[in-house]
């Protein structure tokens, strides 16, 4: 059996392709080997002696399972977790999303005229200081406070 290395070469230039990609019909050798210019090449690829293979792809089929897994829930033990807990969710993301939940409460209620300006300031600055973590306990003190009106 010839070799078709040049031949191979040729047609991976060709066709703008590695030689990994280049298949040749086996049942062809002969025909290929007379092949010495690139116009015989060309001609090869024409009748479809010479193709292109298309190329491999890393399949995403098992990254997908395991995802659509994780998005219940599952896998996220502690076996499975690199870094700490304020790597995975850092502080001032839990922080930002706190305060914003906060805030945004705090504006429904001076819109729709359950507290006063006054009160809606006073709260807003004690949820900047950090006095109340949550939503919870923001709704909680304006109740203890009695500052809720119509309610």
């Known amino acids: 059996m010839p070799t078709l290395a040049p031949q191979k070469r040729m047609a991976s230039s060709i066709m703008k392709v590695g030689k990994s990609r280049v298949w040749m ?89 359950k507290i006063s300006r006054s009160d809606y300031r006073n709260f807003y600055k004690k949820i900047k200081g950090g006095a109340l973590r949550s939503r919870s306990a923001l709704l909680l003190h304006m109740k203890e406070e009695g500052v809720l009106k119509g309610e």
């Open 25 to 113: 019909d086996t049942k062809s050798v002969d025909e290929i080997a007379e092949a010495v210019t690139r116009e015989d090449i060309r001609k090869l690829i024409k009748k479809n002696v010479i193709q292109k293979r298309n190329p491999k792809g890393n399949s995403r089929g098992r990254f997908k399972a395991a995802k659509a897994q994780r998005d219940k829930g599952r896998r996220k033990g502690p076996g499975s977790r690199k870094g700490t807990k304020n790597a995975r969710e850092p502080r001032k993301r839990k922080w930002v999303s706190s305060i914003r939940s906060m805030r945004n409460t705090l504006k429904e209620m001076r819109e729709s005229g």
